[in-house]
């Protein structure tokens, strides 16, 4: 294989990433190449190492470094409020809420939303070990932290209806969260007053 067809490759594969094109992959390439060599090196062991090891909490499909070990927010789950759940749909939104400090409860990650023509269904979303916490703990509430957008409110509708069956309060942020956003774009005041003044379903 030439030298060529290496840097072709490497250039490929940058573009993996979100908002990396091909002259953005160029770029990252030669400068690897011509100053971070180590550097990339030492990044690539770690980017191979977290693909092969981190894995889904789970409890609440949160990531965790150990397969079939709970995640570090529900390994401190006795630290924390207990009596509701806030469902998001990616672990990035976990990340945001626990950053702007409004919220204190428990978790948990859907990874994506309903949508059939792509063939994501209940159970790609793990929504029977949803429905296993409400049959199985002392939820008092279920916070719908979903994005603004038409498979947000479907899948909202959704698990409310689930969750009611149950005779869970179901409530979900709105306010200062922009149609069609997602929570990591949020600032943390803003994020906190959605949480403030959540409204029930």
Do not use: W
């Not at 990396?20 to 180590?38: F, N």
């Amino acid at each position: 294989m030439s030298s060529s067809t290496l840097l072709d490759n490497l250039i490929e594969s940058l573009q993996v990433m979100p908002g990396v094109g091909p002259v953005s992959a160029t770029r990252i390439a030669y400068y690897l190449l011509d100053r971070k060599r180590q550097e990339g090196l030492n990044m690539a062991q770690i980017i191979e190492q977290s693909l092969k090891n981190i894995s889904l909490c789970p409890h609440c499909r949160n990531y965790t470094d150990e397969e079939n070990e709970p995640c570090e927010l529900c390994k401190s789950d006795k630290r924390r409020s207990s009596g509701s759940i806030c469902v998001v749909e990616t672990p990035t939104d976990v990340s945001a809420i626990e950053s702007s400090s409004s919220y204190s409860g428990n978790y948990f990650v859907l990874h994506g939303h309903l949508s059939p023509l792509d063939g994501i269904g209940p159970k790609e979303l793990g929504l029977d070990v949803l429905r296993s916490r409400l049959e199985n703990e002392d939820v008092k509430e279920l916070i719908l932290a979903l994005s603004q957008t038409v498979e947000g409110d479907v899948t909202a509708s959704y698990i409310a209806s689930m969750a009611k069956k149950y005779g869970i309060t179901v409530s979900r942020i709105a306010t200062g969260v922009p149609l069609g956003g997602d929570l990591g774009s949020v600032d943390g005041n803003t994020l906190a007053m959605s949480f403030n003044y959540r409204r029930n379903m």
